[in-house]
């Protein structure tokens, strides 16, 4: 059985654990570099990505992550996206540069702050993770604003890309770990 780390500094890790548990993964929460070493793969959660930047400082893992995802797969979801991408707007912070996106924080706006929505899959996904619509619970969600050319873009809503991978690792705009389907977690164990 595969081991993934759930990243525990911050945000909504125990419920991507649980989601982890029912794809079929042994999860095991993530909050010092040794405890990085141990994993096949790492999930970064939703949360507050300026928070999770401070605490991923304060707790020396901001380079070690990197690192990391240099070698491993990475799956980053919501705050965790936002740390994977190579540039981040609104207001400008660091990240861990690992995927060629940006992304634009809280940028769906105050009506739409926080929604959930039912959506068609590309073709590939569905291909790799079965056939049916995703649920997309969207939290103050960041927008991709721009993929780079090795970005692969697997869901998309409302125009914007909100499901994508670019090699070893994916990133998605809204929270799969607070939906009963688990095609997107599988879609991760696949890469391990
Ligand atoms: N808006 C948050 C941020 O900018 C992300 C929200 C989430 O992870 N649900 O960090």
Request: proline share 4%.
């Amino acid at each position: 059985m595969k081991k993934v780390g759930v990243l525990a500094l911050q945000g909504d890790f125990e419920a991507h654990q649980k989601a982890l548990d029912r794809a079929g993964a042994e999860a095991v929460e993530v909050r010092t570099a040794a405890e990085l070493e141990g994993v096949d793969g790492l999930v970064i959660p939703g949360g507050e990505s300026t928070t999770m930047l401070k605490l991923l400082r304060e707790e020396k893992l901001f380079e070690p992550l990197r690192q990391f995802g240099e070698r491993r797969p990475i799956f980053g979801t919501c705050a965790g996206t936002i740390l994977l991408a190579t540039e981040v707007s609104h207001p400008k912070q660091e990240s861990l540069g690992l995927m060629d996106i940006s992304v634009e924080r809280n940028g769906y706006g105050r009506q739409l702050d926080s929604h959930v929505a039912v959506g068609c899959p590309e073709d590939e996904f569905l291909r790799r993770t079965g056939d049916g619509d995703l649920e997309m619970v969207f939290i103050r969600a960041p927008v991709i604003c721009r993929a780079g050319g090795d970005v692969k873009v697997l869901v998309e809503h409302r125009g914007a890309a909100v499901l994508v991978e670019q090699g070893r690792h994916l990133a998605a705009t809204f929270h799969p770990e607070l939906s009963a389907d688990e095609r997107v977690h599988r879609l991760f164990l696949a890469k391990l």
